[in-house]
Structure formats: C-alpha cells, structure tokens
C-alpha cells in the first residue's frame, strides 16, 4: 500500500515527510543517546539496497518507517525526557491527531 507519497500533501505540512528523514541524525541531540550498532548496520545495508538511480518510494517508506520504529524502542525513552520534546509538545500537540492517523 502506497501511502502519503507525495510530500506536499497535508500531514507534511505538520511534519517533514518520511522520504527526507536522516535516520542517522534522530540521536543526534538527545543527551546521553547513541545508535545502536545493530541499526547502524541496518541503515548502512538499506542505503545500499535503496540507493539507485530511480527512488524506490515504497522500499524507502518501508524501510525508514521499520527503522524509525527500531529507533524509538531503543532510545526514545530519553527523548521523552528532553526539554526540547516537551516544549514542542505544548507547541505541536494539537497536531498529533493528524500525525498518528497513519
């Protein structure tokens, strides 16, 4: 199922469209937080399977949503803690209606 492909349409107006996330940087900033090796990896070999001359839309959905959600199990409990999160949650929380019906 193709969902959202366009990344102009109404929920990347509340969010940046999926297509564009850097997998790599969602640790980035939050304090005490590091890739796990195991997704490390798993970023690396989907960026080579993924990385052609045509964009594999859906591959790419499926992956980056599989992985985010990898991700988040291993270290979104710190991100729940950040203030950053908290401040954008007063400022954004009127969206996450839009946001988790996906």
Known sequence: MWWDSY????????????QYLALRATVDDIEGASMPPDISAEIENAR????????????TMATK?????????AVGHKTLQTQAYKVGLLLLGHALPLLLDT
């Open 48 to 59: 080579v399977q993924l990385d052609g001359p045509d964009v594999d839309y859906e591959g």
């Open 65 to 73: 949503k599989r992985l985010c959600r990898k991700i988040f199990d």
């Open 7 to 18: 990344p102009y349409s109404t929920l990347s107006v509340h969010a940046l469209h999926p």
